[in-house]
């Protein structure tokens, strides 16, 4: 079995690289945002590469915080998970002040609504990127307090020289 502390800094790590390439596509698209139905339907292959790898990052930290880091970091302080759902885990993490499980949900129910838009409906689906691209601010600064959080609090976090 790998140790839970490698196994963290893997994650971090990960995070890492999604938070850079989030930020890249972001300041890419800063110019073009917010986008209306005629501006989206103009878009380029390149804009809407940066849109794409935004969706995709965006999904991608989240999924990796809410399914690794999360439970990694309750697993350090010597807690019990396995019966924990995933409620009581963000119930946990509020209680510890590291995040607050409402803004948590909505960003996923964000999330998941342009998971599952279709092209045919360029309503929803420029409101879901304009969304995305509104809400990546809220998702990193999750990601930026946990991972100051994680510095402070685990002595192996500051040994293993992940930069945020």
């Known amino acids: 079995m790998r140790n839970i502390k490698q196994t963290f800094i893997e994650k971090l790590h ?6 850079k390439r989030l930020l890249k596509a972001k300041s890419y698209l800063k110019d ?9 339907n103009t878009l380029n ?15 991608k930290l989240q999924d990796t915080m809410g399914e690794k880091i999360f439970p990694n970091i309750l697993e350090l302080f010597g807690e019990d998970i396995k019966k924990l759902t995933f409620i009581d885990r963000l119930n946990r993490l509020e209680e510890l002040e ?11 129910k964000d999330r998941n609504e342009i998971a599952h838009e279709y092209s045919f409906n360029q309503d929803e689906v420029v409101n879901g990127i304009n969304l995305i691209f509104d809400r990546t601010d809220d998702l990193l600064k999750i990601y930026q307090d946990i991972y100051r959080y ?3 609090k685990f002595e192996f976090v500051k040994e293993s020289k992940i930069l945020e």
């Not at 073009?32 to 989206?40: G, S, V």
């Not at 292959?45 to 935004?54: G, K, N, P, T």
């Open 14 to 19: 990960e995070c890492n690289q999604h938070k």
């Open 32 to 40: 073009i945002m917010p986008l209306d139905i005629d501006r989206y």
């Open 45 to 59: 292959e390149v804009q809407m590469s940066f849109i794409d790898q935004m969706i995709f990052r965006f999904s």
């Open 98 to 108: 590291l995040l607050y499980k409402d803004e948590w949900m909505s960003l996923r």
């Open 150 to 152: 994680c510095f402070e």
